[in-house]
């Protein structure tokens, strides 16, 4: 009978855990007139925060992510800037449209040619363009669901003067089903430039970050060669006091989204997934005169390998994938059960991979 009520209870707190998440993920509205947004701010000598969002055909999204940012109740003046990267769906005349509505707030980047096909990285783009002491990313396809998020954050910063980087935990969303992302501690934390390099590119949700504004205008040259994604904008950032972490849901990823980064890759062929392994070992190596040392760029050299190698299977390059596990294998044995599997697994690979498709298949 005790295990019976135990098992009910078990599946009761499991309901009320996935109710209270579906609860929170509701895109925030924005209020209809920038008095209204201005009112709040204390602040107002200068502008202290820029909430940075970058898009690209994302008509379907754009609106959630300008709305959150829209609607936070903060005592610091803000504004918004938005880079789209000559959209050729509507997402362009709905900038224009929010622009006409918050004249005072948002400044819109319009690019003449698609800067990302030309091997540009788009962010320090757009944070170029930021007047803000700090910078608040968060990308067409994503959207905040705190109306405090960069209060909190800002005051965080302020008082830690000697670290350049906030983020906290998310939530994502991929096919109505929803999970938290990032949530490494139920308090306030600050983690190491060696944790964030062992966490890997999903360490920090993109869109939860906030960083100085000061470091995204001096960042090295290696940067700018380093494979797409924010992983080594993270590491950069957290040097050398680490990276403050809020245990708070602040912000909703979508996963899969329509011209998403993670929608994007479903579609790499495998000569731009090995081009890509190369620059991770590249890029991590130049770490070495930063002062991290070989074993910890070895294993991150490892882990993004064994990423990979997934991907490869995923995307029917099977026999390319055991090239892949090879390669993470040399430079780090057993970092992961994952990875063990995958090593002594490849005979399976095919199999893997026909039930990848038959899971996407029916969670559709």
């Known amino acids: 009978m005790s295990m019976l009520l135990s098992k009910k209870t078990y599946y009761a707190v499991k309901t009320l855990n996935q109710l209270s998440l579906k609860m929170n993920i509701n895109p925030l509205k924005a209020p209809e007139h ?154 306030k934390r600050i983690y190491s430039t060696e944790q964030v390099i062992e966490g890997g590119g999903d360490f920090m949700p993109t869109m939860s970050i906030m960083l100085r504004s000061k470091i995204m205008a001096n960042l090295p040259e290696w940067y700018y060669t380093a494979p797409v994604g924010d992983y080594f904008l993270q590491i950069y950032l957290s040097m050398p006091y680490g990276a403050i972490y809020l245990p708070y849901h602040t912000s909703v990823y979508r996963i899969n989204s329509i011209g998403s980064w993670s929608n994007q890759r479903k579609h790499l062929c495998i000569k731009k997934i090995k081009a890509e392994g190369e620059l991770y070992i590249s890029t991590l190596q130049q770490l070495k005169d930063m002062g991290v040392t070989n074993s910890l760029i070895n294993n991150a050299i490892s882990k993004q390998y064994m990423y990979l190698t997934i991907l490869a299977i995923k995307n029917n390059f099977s026999k390319d994938a055991k090239d892949l596990i090879d390669i993470s294998w040399l430079y780090s044995k057993r970092i992961s059960k994952k990875q063990i599997f995958l090593y002594y697994a490849k005979i399976l690979y095919p199999m893997i991979n026909i039930v990848m498709k038959l899971r996407h298949y029916y969670t559709q």
């Open 34 to 187: 920038e008095a209204s947004i201005m009112e709040h701010w204390k602040y107002t000598d200068k502008v202290y925060i820029s909430c940075v969002c970058i898009t690209y055909n994302q008509e379907n999204y754009i609106k959630d992510a300008i709305d959150g940012m829209l609607a936070q109740i903060t005592d610091y003046r803000f504004e918004i800037v938005i880079h789209d990267d000559k959209s050729t769906d509507s997402t362009r005349e709905i900038l224009l449209g929010y622009k006409q509505r918050y004249p005072n707030l948002i400044k819109l980047v319009l690019q003449d040619e698609n800067q990302y096909q030309k091997g540009k990285k788009i962010t320090p783009l757009a944070a170029a363009e930021a007047n803000g002491e700090y910078i608040a990313l968060c990308e067409g396809d994503d959207y905040w669901i705190d109306i405090n998020k960069i209060q909190k954050q800002v005051k965080c910063l302020e008082e830690n003067k000697d670290i350049n980087i906030c983020f906290t935990s998310a939530k994502s969303i991929y096919r109505n089903k929803i999970n938290l992302v990032s949530h490494h501690s139920s308090s």
